[in-house]
């Protein structure tokens, strides 16, 4: 017959000890996984701990190994979840999974646990045997509660922005609207008999109006750029840029542009939004042209493996000064006097929000005289596309 070898260990009081192969094959299993666990016996001293638990609560395997659970670390394991499930509820549930215990131990400050915890009986003489699974969810539970707070703000800061959208778009326009209707009313009824300065006054008023209700307009497009106007849905770039260049086709029949398309890809996003970026940058390439040359507009595109396409709108424009490159993107920044270039100076802060929002980046490279490359990254794919039935 078979002669089964027993296995010499050393226990805390550093007597010689035999453990049968079958339980030291267990205790080995038990330290390898990286979920710390705790063994107790029916009296819930400790029998075993494995190398998880040690790391995670800093303890010495000699502090814990016929301990009893309540007094480890002078008692900082004496918490009331956890007695009342030891005690309590595994008397009669005999298995509980998933209990979440928020404790502060003073040696390792606040930790939050989910314990599964299981009553195990070999046979129906011998002490039953508890085997605690603890799992440190401590990051994890913080992080979601701080991002909990920050979704909360968020929301609070939304709300405030679609009301500010409400009141640019309702109620600081109105007055606008009355400047302008009034001061047309006059131009007509009077404008021939007003000459110099009183006509210079209408004049610079009705402009003066004129560019606050597109100042207004524009706040009020920048403003909605970072609130979800659309869920993402998947959306063919290539289709959007064929859409901008027919709205465009008159400025690009005056001017005598060029417009390349090349291939671009299907994406999840938000395709009003798209489309506004796609006309944004195809606008101001047509816009910021070389005088006597034909303006020519690339739009180009690539993906990678890492599941990010890179979009490029390149032109052979007047170009930017580096020192401007950061600038472009602010609020109101304008370059160019308005006598040269009209516009409000927002579109591109417009398209930054709109990438952003659409978790991409834009960048610029360009040289004074030599053109202008805008680059786009966004994901190709994104968490929370909502698919047509």
Not at 36 to 48: G, K, N, P, Q, T
Not at 114 to 137: K, Q, S
């Given at each position: 017959?078979?002669?089964?070898?027993?296995?010499?260990?050393?226990?805390?009081?550093?007597?010689?000890?035999?453990?049968?192969?079958?339980?030291?094959?267990?205790?080995?299993?038990?330290?390898?996984?990286?979920?710390?666990?705790?063994?107790?016996?029916?009296?819930?001293?400790?029998?075993?701990?494995?190398?998880?638990?040690?790391?995670?609560?800093?303890?010495?395997?000699?502090?814990?190994?016929?301990?009893?659970?309540?007094?480890?670390?002078?008692?900082?394991?004496?918490?009331?979840?956890?007695?009342?499930?030891?005690?309590?509820?595994?008397?009669?549930?005999?298995?509980?999974?998933?209990?979440?215990?928020?404790?502060?131990?003073?040696?390792?400050?606040?930790?939050?646990?989910?314990?599964?915890?299981?009553?195990?009986?070999?046979?129906?003489?011998?002490?039953?045997?508890?085997?605690?699974?603890?799992?440190?969810?401590?990051?994890?539970?913080?992080?979601?509660?701080?991002?909990?707070?920050?979704?909360?703000?968020?929301?609070?800061?939304?709300?405030?922005?679609?009301?500010?959208?409400?009141?640019?778009?309702?109620?600081?326009?109105?007055?606008?609207?009355?400047?302008?209707?009034?001061?047309?009313?006059?131009?007509?009824?009077?404008?021939?008999?007003?000459?110099?300065?009183?006509?210079q006054y209408l004049d610079r008023m009705l402009s003066a109006a004129t560019r606050m209700r597109s100042l207004i307009s524009d706040l009020l497009a920048y403003s909605q750029a970072a609130v979800s106007t659309k869920p993402f849905a998947p959306t063919d770039l290539a289709t959007i840029a064929r859409d901008v260049i027919v709205d465009l086709e008159t400025t690009i029949a005056d001017c005598g542009a060029r417009v390349d398309l090349g291939q671009l890809p299907v994406i999840d996003a938000d395709p009003i939004q798209m489309r506004q970026l796609l006309q944004n940058l195809i606008g101001n390439a047509l816009k910021f042209r070389r005088e006597d040359v034909p303006p020519v507009v690339r739009l180009r595109s690539s993906t990678s493996d890492d599941g990010q396409c890179t979009i490029s709108v390149s032109d052979n424009g007047i170009g930017i000064k580096e020192q401007h490159r950061d600038k472009i993107f602010r609020m109101f920044e304008r370059l160019h006097s308005r006598t040269q270039y009209d516009g409000s100076g927002i579109g591109l802060a417009i398209c930054r929000r709109i990438v952003e929002r659409h978790a991409g980046s834009i960048t610029v490279t360009s040289t004074t005289g030599g053109g202008t490359t805008f680059t786009i990254g966004l994901p190709v794919t994104q968490a929370d596309v909502e698919y047509a039935p």
């Open positions: 017959m078979a002669r089964h070898e027993e296995v010499t260990s050393r226990s805390p009081s550093s007597e010689t000890t035999t453990v049968p192969p079958a339980e030291r094959l267990l205790l080995n299993i038990i330290d390898t996984v990286r979920e710390a666990l705790v063994v107790l016996d029916s009296e819930f001293r400790v029998s075993h701990t494995n190398r998880a638990f040690l790391d995670v609560f800093h303890v010495a395997r000699e502090e814990t190994i016929g301990e009893s659970v309540f007094t480890l670390g002078n008692g900082q394991w004496d918490i009331p979840p956890l007695r009342a499930l030891l005690r309590e509820r595994l008397v009669i549930e005999r298995e509980v999974a998933d209990l979440e215990v928020d404790h502060v131990f003073p040696g390792i400050g606040r930790r939050i646990m989910l314990v599964n915890a299981r009553v195990v009986v070999h046979a129906p003489d011998a002490p039953r045997v508890t085997l605690l699974a603890i799992e440190d969810v401590t990051q994890q539970r913080l992080t979601a509660r701080r991002l909990a707070v920050q979704h909360r703000e968020l929301q609070r800061s939304n709300a405030a922005l679609n009301e500010f959208a409400f009141v640019a778009s309702h109620d600081l326009q109105e007055p606008l609207r009355k400047i302008l209707s009034f001061g047309e009313r006059l131009e007509s009824s009077a404008g021939a008999a007003l000459d110099g300065p009183r006509r």
